[in-house]
């Protein structure tokens, strides 16, 4: 019975481990993704300083 507990556990704490890498490894595309509408800030690409597409390097 305690084998089936820890069995069990180990699965629960795989899975909460799997879910946390996976909301880790998100990327804006994703959120995208998951924006409802266009004007979602979610939407368009990341934007610099000076509100163009950024590349990620410093304006």
């Excluded at 595309?29 to 590349?55: C, F, H, K």
């Amino acid at each position: 019975m305690a084998q089936q507990q820890t069995s069990r556990q180990q699965q629960m704490d795989e899975r909460n481990r799997r879910e946390q890498d996976a909301e880790r490894s998100r990327d804006w595309g994703d959120e995208a993704a998951q924006a409802r509408t266009p004007e979602d800030p979610r939407a368009m690409a990341p934007r610099d300083a000076l509100g163009r597409p950024s590349t990620g390097e410093p304006v």
